[in-house]
């Protein structure tokens, strides 16, 4: 299940030891809609757990990352970032399932 996190503080405590996927999005965001399903399938298939960021609500984690399109996925490995996949029309199921994949060898 996907965990919606808010704040510096809560963001650099839960990506600080381990593996983590936070995903970058917004509510008004049609590929943020398209791509969440997809997310919340892979989250209920790994034990890696899975965040995502208000980038409307939480603009200093935005641009920290200097996230610039939306949907963006951020694979982190005690809290730093490992690789990022940006979700545009062309992402989809298969593509997430390699992105964690190639992340957790």
Not at 35 to 53: A, D, Q, R, T
Not at 66 to 86: N, Q, Y
Not at 88 to 101: Q, S
Request: proline share 5%; aromatic share 10%; with cysteine.
């Amino acid at each position: 299940m996907i965990q919606v996190i808010s704040g510096t503080g809560n963001f650099d405590e839960v990506t600080a030891k381990g593996n983590a996927v936070v995903m970058f999005s917004a509510p008004w965001c049609g590929y943020c809609r398209r791509l969440h399903p997809m997310v919340e399938k892979v989250s209920g298939e790994i034990s890696i757990p899975i965040y995502e960021v208000n980038c409307d609500d939480d603009k200093e984690l935005a641009e920290r990352f200097e996230v610039e399109i939306i949907p963006t996925l951020i694979f982190f490995r005690d809290g730093k970032e490992i690789d990022r996949i940006i979700g545009g029309g062309d992402v989809g199921y298969p593509e997430l399932v390699k992105f964690i994949e190639k992340n957790t060898k």
